[in-house]
C-alpha cells in the first residue's frame, strides 16, 4: 500500500514522540507509580479495618474513592507501556470490579478463610509412601533421614492482630482465582485429598465454597516447577515466531481499513477471503500465548523461591507457598469442553478464568437487589449470570481500547464482541435445551435431547461454537490491530530477529526493549512529579 509506513518501528517512536507532545500541552496526564501504589493502598486499608457498627461505611467511602482515581486515569491518563496503553484501561477498570467484590459485595469478616500453617509436627519417615512425603496436600522428594518435618493446615478467618490482619488483606487482594481461599473458583480443580481432610477435621472447620467431589490429583513440586520452567521457554519462543510474523503483516501494524493482502508467500495460495482465517487464527494464538507465558512466572516465581528459600518464606507469609495445589493451569482443556457444551464450554471451561469470581460476585450482588421470586428463578438466575460475565469482559476490555493510543473502537468493537458472545451462548443453550426436546416430544413423542446421537450433539456444539467465533471475531481483532497491541514488544531478547528473520529494517536485533519504562517528571504541581511510566 503506497500510503503504509515504511516500518513498525516508526510506527512505535511516532506514538511516543505524539503522546509527550500532548502531555506536555496538557492535553493529556501521565501514570506515575505513585498512582499504582495509591490503589493498592486504598482498598488494602479498607480491608484491615474491621467492619463495626461505628466503620460499617468505610469500605463503601474507600470504594468511591477508588472508583473517582479509575474514572481519572481512564479519561485523562495515558502510558504506551503495556501493550499501546491497553493494559492502563483493563487493570484499571478491572482492579475497580475487584475492590467492589471484596469491599462491598462481600463480608470478608464473615465469608473468607485462608488456608494456612499451624505449628509443625515430626513424623517418622516409614510413613513415606514410595520414596516420597506428603506435603500441604502435595507429594515432595524424601530426605534420606529418620524423621521428616510436616505441617497440618488450618482455616484461617479474619485475623485479629494487624499484622497478620495486613498480610492476609494483602493475600486476599492479590488472589483472584482464589487457590487457598474457601471461595477457590472450580476451574482450578477441588483440593487433594489429604488437605481437605485436615481442614474439615480442623477447629476452623468450613467447606470449601463449591468444593467438588472429584478426586485431584497434583505434581510434586519440583516436576511442577520443571514443568513450567519448560513451558515458559516454549511459549516464549512461541511468542517470538508469533511477533515475527506478525509483523511481517500491515494488518498487525494498525493498517486495517482497506484491508492490506496477506504477506509474502501466504498471498501466492491463499484464495480470496483466506486472509482473515489466518489472521483470526494469528490472534487467538497470540492473546493465547502471551496470557499463558505471563501466567507461568506465579508458580516459577514464589514456588520456586518458597522451595529455595523455606524459612524466608515462612517468615513472610503463613499461606503455604511451597504448595503446588496452588498452581493450577491458567487454560482448562478445550476439545472436550467445547464439544460438550459448545460455546459456553469454550469460554466458561477452556478460557482463562482469572476474573471469574469478581464477574459472579457482582452478578450475584445485583441478583440480591431484585425480587425474590425473579431472583430465585433457576433460568432467569443463569441468564444474569452469563450477561454480567460478558458484560464486565466487554467493559474492562473496552476501557483498555479506550486507553490506547490510537483510533479504537471500544463499544461497536471490543464491548460488541463480548455481548454477541452473550447472544451466542443464549441461543445454543436455548435451542439445546428448550428447541430440541420440544421437537423430539413433537415427532418422536419422548422428552430429551439424550434421544439425539451422541456424535450429532458434540458436532453441532462445535460447529456453532466455531462459527459463532468466526462470525464475531473480526470485531475485537479489528480493534486489537488498530489499537497497536501487536506493536508491543513482549520479549527483550528475540531470536528469530537477531538472526535475521526479522522484517528487515533498522533498528531490529537481538535486544528489543530499547526504550525505558521509567522515566522522572516533573509536571509543576505537587501531584505532577513522580516517576513516570512510560
Excluded at 23 to 29: A, D, Y
Excluded at 287 to 304: E, H, K, R, T, W
Excluded at 331 to 342: A, C, K, Q, T
Excluded at 471 to 486: N, P
Amino acid at each position: 500500500m503506497a500510503d503504509s509506513p515504511i516500518s513498525y518501528l516508526n510506527i512505535v517512536r511516532d506514538n511516543g514522540d505524539q503522546l509527550n507532545t500532548h502531555i506536555h500541552h496538557g492535553e493529556l496526564k501521565p501514570i506515575f507509580l505513585w498512582h499504582l501504589t495509591l490503589f493498592i493502598i486504598l482498598p488494602v486499608s479498607a480491608l484491615v479495618i474491621p467492619r463495626r457498627q461505628n466503620t460499617r461505611y468505610v469500605r463503601p467511602l474507600v470504594l468511591g474513592l477508588i472508583f473517582s482515581l479509575a474514572l481519572e486515569a481512564i479519561q485523562h491518563r495515558r502510558a504506551l507501556l503495556g501493550a499501546n496503553g491497553y493494559m492502563t484501561g483493563l487493570v484499571v477498570a478491572w482492579w475497580f470490579i475487584w475492590s467492589a467484590t471484596l469491599l462491598v459485595f462481600h463480608n470478608v469478616e464473615r465469608e473468607f478463610l485462608r488456608v494456612e500453617r499451624k505449628a509443625r509436627t515430626t513424623v517418622d519417615a516409614t510413613s513415606n509412601q514410595n520414596g516420597y512425603a506428603r506435603t500441604n496436600g502435595g507429594l515432595k522428594d524424601a530426605k534420606p533421614k529418620e524423621q521428616q518435618y510436616t505441617e497440618s493446615l488450618i482455616w484461617q478467618p479474619y485475623p485479629r492482630s494487624l499484622s497478620k490482619r495486613l498480610n492476609w488483606s494483602l493475600g486476599l487482594l492479590f488472589n483472584m482465582r482464589g487457590p487457598e481461599w474457601n471461595w477457590r473458583i472450580s476451574s482450578m480443580g477441588p483440593l487433594p485429598p489429604s488437605m481437605e481432610s485436615q481442614l474439615k477435621s480442623g477447629p476452623l472447620s468450613r467447606y470449601p465454597r463449591g468444593a467438588s467431589k472429584i478426586t485431584a490429583s497434583y505434581p510434586g513440586a519440583e516436576t511442577r516447577i520443571r514443568t513450567v520452567a519448560f513451558d515458559c521457554l516454549k511459549y516464549y519462543l512461541l511468542l517470538d515466531v508469533i511477533k515475527v510474523l506478525m509483523m511481517h503483516d500491515l494488518y498487525f501494524w494498525g493498517v486495517t481499513s482497506p484491508s492490506p493482502p496477506p504477506p509474502f508467500p501466504l498471498n501466492q495460495f491463499l484464495p480470496p477471503g483466506a486472509e482473515y482465517i489466518y489472521r483470526v487464527l494469528m490472534t487467538a494464538l497470540g492473546v493465547y500465548a502471551a496470557v499463558s507465558f505471563v501466567a507461568l512466572f506465579n508458580p516459577l516465581i514464589f514456588l520456586g523461591l518458597s522451595r529455595l528459600f523455606p524459612n524466608a518464606s515462612r517468615s513472610i507469609t503463613a499461606a503455604p507457598l511451597d504448595a503446588p495445589w496452588l498452581y493450577s493451569d491458567m487454560f482448562g482443556p478445550f476439545l472436550v469442553p467445547v464439544l460438550d457444551h459448545g460455546l459456553a464450554g469454550a469460554w466458561g471451561v477452556w478460557w482463562h478464568q482469572l476474573f471469574r469470581f469478581g464477574f459472579t460476585s457482582t452478578a450475584h450482588w445485583i441478583l440480591s437487589l431484585l425480587p425474590h421470586r425473579l431472583a430465585t428463578n433457576s433460568r432467569f438466575r443463569r441468564l444474569v449470570m452469563i450477561f454480567v460475565a460478558f458484560a464486565l469482559s466487554g467493559f474492562i476490555h473496552a476501557c483498555g481500547s479506550y486507553t490506547q493510543w490510537s483510533d479504537t473502537k471500544p463499544l461497536s468493537g471490543t464491548f460488541l464482541f463480548f455481548i454477541l458472545q452473550f447472544v451466542g451462548v443464549t441461543i445454543q443453550e436455548s435451542v439445546s435445551h428448550v428447541v430440541v426436546p420440544a421437537l423430539l416430544n413433537k415427532y418422536t413423542g419422548k422428552l430429551g435431547k439424550n434421544r439425539l446421537p451422541r456424535w450429532l450433539r458434540r458436532s453441532a456444539n462445535a460447529g456453532f461454537a466455531f462459527g459463532w467465533l468466526w462470525l464475531t471475531a473480526g470485531l475485537i481483532m479489528d480493534d486489537f490491530a488498530k489499537g497497536g497491541l501487536w506493536l508491543t514488544e513482549p520479549l527483550p531478547v528475540s531470536p528469530l530477529r537477531g538472526l535475521g528473520f526479522g522484517y528487515g529494517v533498522e533498528g531490529e536485533g537481538w535486544w528489543c526493549w530499547k526504550t525505558p519504562w521509567f522515566r522522572y517528571w516533573d509536571g509543576g504541581s505537587y501531584w505532577e512529579r513522580g516517576i513516570r511510566v512510560m
